[in-house]
């Protein structure tokens, strides 16, 4: 019975799986799997599964199940099968979506199979170490929680039978102290594959309301494929206008900011973290940053190409932008990437028209595995 109930509870998942998959542009786009994540478990609703359930007719009408029936007749055909809305008022509950919870990295594994994302190549990095208990043998001694129950009756059934006490016609096995036998460990320390994902976003006036929403649903699904690849990841967020601040998830996911703009300030704090947190010979660094391509001159943007290639693309895995269309943006920042850093492989650009782009983005960043 157990096993029938593993088996079937392994098909659900397996249709629960498909139908994410299925619909899986829809959940980004909409952005609620944003606001509905806790205890790493998000609830998605699933419409197209239905939970099968005897149904009653308030009619006296022939069919299988009452009265004569012949092998092959449908279930349930009849009169008041589909409603055109102009039945009475009735107390039976309607038919209601699915809703299914989902591990994190569960989605992380759609995500990346949807998109064909490859796993990340990292740098071998190993500054953080993470201390684990590992089983390496067997004892005499030790406490009952690490007690080894195999063990423990083989040496107990070796000595009943060397000694002539062993009865088969009624095997009982009773351990003696010398016969008890333990689990012995030791403590291990593992490297941890360790990474940094600093995000940056622009919060001036050019930027609307739904050009930061885009930010967010994309940066959220970039976050939860990036904490699948790597153990032990740190993650930081910036905002700025004309003056750029780290702030916490909280405010980065919600903030309401306007104001002038200048990139360099962002990039500036970036590449101040890292210098002063994330030494590159031991952090994997991913810096994100996303805008309406805005800047306040072509000074400010020169500054941000220096900035680019002498401290933040040296020190990162791959520097990634993001420019989000916005009416009220020029986009042009994205035009000098281009013509001032085209030849850098580790810079990866991406333009964001509408919540429609957000896979196509994700996929322009992570798709190369670095």
Not at 31 to 50: A, C, F, L, M, T
Not at 148 to 158: G, I, S, V
């Given at each position: ?29 909409t ?20 939970i ?46 699915l ?10 594994d ?27 043998g067997i004892?005499?001694v030790?406490?009952?929680s ?47 594959t ?19 929403e ?14 699948r ?92 932008y ?7 943006g ?39 595995g670095r």
């Open positions: 019975m157990s096993l029938r109930i593993d088996q079937d509870h392994s098909r659900f998942r397996q249709i629960v799986r498909g139908r994410i998959r299925k619909n899986l542009k829809k959940f980004i786009s952005g609620e799997i944003i606001g509905k994540q806790g205890d790493e478990k998000v609830s998605i609703p699933i419409p197209q599964i239905d099968p359930r005897f149904r009653y007719s308030d009619e006296q009408q022939g069919g299988v199940g009452q009265g004569d029936g012949e092998p092959g007749d449908a279930m349930g055909e009849g009169e008041g099968q589909q409603g055109d809305g102009s039945g009475k008022a009735g107390d039976q509950e309607g038919q209601h979506a809703e299914v919870d989902v591990d994190l990295e569960e989605l992380a759609i995500l990346g199979e949807e998109l064909a994302l490859p796993n990340i190549e990292d740098k071998g990095k190993d500054a953080l170490v993470e201390k684990k208990d590992r089983y390496v004892r005499p030790g406490p009952n690490l007690r080894h129950f195999k063990r423990t009756f083989r040496n107990a059934l070796r000595r009943q039978v060397a000694s002539g006490t062993y009865n088969p016609a009624n095997p009982v096995i009773i351990p003696t102290r010398e016969d008890m036998r333990y689990r012995a460990w030791r403590t291990e320390e593992e490297p941890v360790n990474a940094v994902i600093l995000y940056m976003m622009d919060v001036s006036g050019s930027m609307g309301d739904e050009q930061k885009i930010v967010r649903i994309e940066t959220f699904w970039i976050d939860t494929w990036l904490k690849q790597y153990k032990g990841v740190e993650t930081r967020f910036i905002t700025h206008d004309a003056v750029a601040r780290e702030v916490d998830r909280e405010t980065f996911f919600s903030t309401k900011e306007s104001g002038g703009t200048m990139i360099s300030s962002a990039y500036r704090l970036c590449a101040e973290m890292i210098e002063n947190d994330y030494p590159p010979s031991q952090w994997n660094i991913y810096p994100f940053h996303f805008s309406d391509g805005d800047n306040w001159s072509v000074d400010d943007t020169l500054s941000c190409v220096s900035l680019l290639k002498n401290k933040l693309i040296p020190a990162s895995n791959q520097f990634s993001g420019q989000v269309e916005s009416p009220y020029s986009g042009q920042f994205l035009k000098d990437l281009k013509e001032h850093l085209s030849d850098v492989p580790t810079l990866v650009t991406s333009e964001v028209t509408d919540r429609d782009d957000i896979m196509s983005s994700i996929k322009d960043f992570l798709g190369a």
